[in-house]
């Protein structure tokens, strides 16, 4: 975790171009949230994507000791009532291996939204308890990023007032 890891200047350069992005409403079972497409559709964000490829890989590289050489990028709105149930980014065959969360300042500050991290306990190839490991608050111009693994178990609990703005995404090998 790293807070205040974007300059002030930056950072409002980054909320403009952010509002030229376009979001899009996604529900499901295990989610309600808004976000951007999977693919950045301003040269924007695109631009900041590459910033953390080109800044960011190196150092996590270095830290996490999993080599990382590229990145990807989304916009989330979480509004009151949206949610992300547990769950884990590893898929087989996506190759992620550092998942991210970078919290931006919001116009109406959320309350709840927090990442939760899980302890998990695993028997037979399975998991088969969890327990909280760690609640991250999502305050402005913070950077978490936790490794991606079958028991990587995570979620982002329910926004039950404010907005909850973040970039999160992957980095691969």
């Not at 949206?82 to 991210?100: E, F, I, M, N, V």
Request: charged letters at 25%; a negative charge; glycine letters at 6%.
């Amino acid at each position: 975790m790293c807070d205040d890891l974007v300059p002030p200047d930056a950072l409002d350069a980054l909320m403009m171009a952010l509002d030229e992005e376009p979001v899009d409403p996604y529900e499901g079972d295990l989610f309600a949230f808004d976000a951007s497409a999977p693919e950045p559709r301003t040269d924007e964000l695109r631009a900041t994507r590459d910033a953390l490829t080109t800044t960011l890989a190196p150092i996590l590289s270095r830290i996490t000791g999993k080599v990382v050489t590229r990145a990807d990028l989304r916009a989330f709105a979480y509004r009151e009532g949206h949610y992300l149930l547990p769950h884990t980014d590893h898929q087989h065959g996506l190759g992620r291996a550092l998942a991210y969360a970078y919290y931006l300042p919001s116009p109406e500050p959320p309350v709840g939204g927090e990442l939760e991290l899980f302890r998990c306990t695993v028997g037979d190839g399975e998991i088969v308890a969890t327990d909280s490991a760690l609640l991250v608050e999502p305050r402005a111009n913070r950077l978490v990023v936790f490794d991606v693994s079958d028991v990587s178990l995570h979620q982002v609990r329910e926004v039950t007032r404010g907005l909850r703005l973040s970039l999160a995404g992957w980095f691969y090998p």
